[in-house]
């Protein structure tokens, strides 16, 4: 069955050290999607790529990268880890546009991120 | 003020009432709607999907679009234990944003027996 799977599951790091969150996905999708999940704000998007070599801004960017050179991955790099950003990282795909269900997104299992 | 606002609760129930869940929004684009439910631990998974105003009827669950109000709903009838969880409403406005979808808080469910 195709899925969606992220690594590590849980992961404690430094302030200032760099961490990169992995995504994999195995429904071909061409959309992939960073979230990040606390609190009283919901899901906030961060980072999101509609295909190969194609990446774009969400709306809490600052301070993560992303870079997409196959249409399985999506790996999130935090650049130098922040206590702000101590949160639970989902990841998520879709297809590419050829009806309503487009707008679906299959979410992985979270990633668990604690900066001390 | 979000886009897209959701009472956060936490709600309980107990086991086998009608639940109502709801969210406004502002951004008058958005046309799609749909409705995820997320177990402790786990990621979201889609429950419903609706297109534009209306209603949408699928087992125990209906959703509610009123689009001139900027309003959803979600009825959970004769809930059950099972059904606690958070819920998470999104929208889209298609068109060029066709992939990002904007989040509401989340509701948090229990239902007890």
């Known amino acids: 069955d195709a899925e969606i799977t992220q690594s590590p599951r849980h992961k404690i790091t430094e302030t200032g050290r760099q961490v990169t969150l992995a995504c994999h996905q195995t429904?071909?999708?061409?959309?992939m999607f960073w979230y990040r999940q606390d609190l009283g704000h919901g899901l906030r998007l961060i980072h999101y790529?509609?295909?190969?070599?194609?990446?774009n801004k969400g709306e809490v960017s600052d301070g993560y990268s992303v870079s997409r050179s196959n249409t399985e991955d999506l790996p999130l790099t935090l650049e130098s880890a922040a206590s702000s950003q101590t949160s639970v990282y989902f990841c998520?795909?879709?297809?590419?546009?050829?009806?309503?269900?487009?707008?679906?997104?299959?979410f992985g299992p979270g990633t668990r991120l604690t900066v001390t | 003020q979000k886009e897209v606002e959701q009472d956060p609760g936490p709600l309980s129930v107990p086991e086998g009432a009608i639940v109502s869940l709801n969210c406004t929004y502002s951004?008058?684009?958005?046309?799609?709607f749909m409705w995820y439910r997320q177990y402790s631990r786990k990621g979201p998974e889609l429950l419903m999907y609706?297109?534009?105003?209306g209603n949408k009827e699928d087992g125990r669950f209906t959703a509610q679009v009123d689009k001139s109000s900027k309003y959803i709903s979600l009825f959970i009838r004769d809930s059950q234990p099972s059904d606690s969880a958070t819920y998470l409403c999104?929208?889209?406005?298609?068109?060029?944003?066709?992939?990002?979808?904007?989040f509401g808080q989340g509701t948090i469910l229990t239902v007890h027996p």
């Open positions: 998520a795909s879709s297809e590419s546009p050829t009806g309503l269900r487009t707008y679906e997104q299959y």
């Open positions: 429904w071909n999708h061409n959309n």
């Open positions: 790529s509609y295909g190969v070599q194609d990446t």
């Open positions: 951004n008058s684009a958005f046309q799609y």
């Open positions: 609706t297109y534009s105003s």
């Open positions: 999104a929208m889209n406005a298609g068109g060029t944003s066709y992939g990002k979808l904007t």
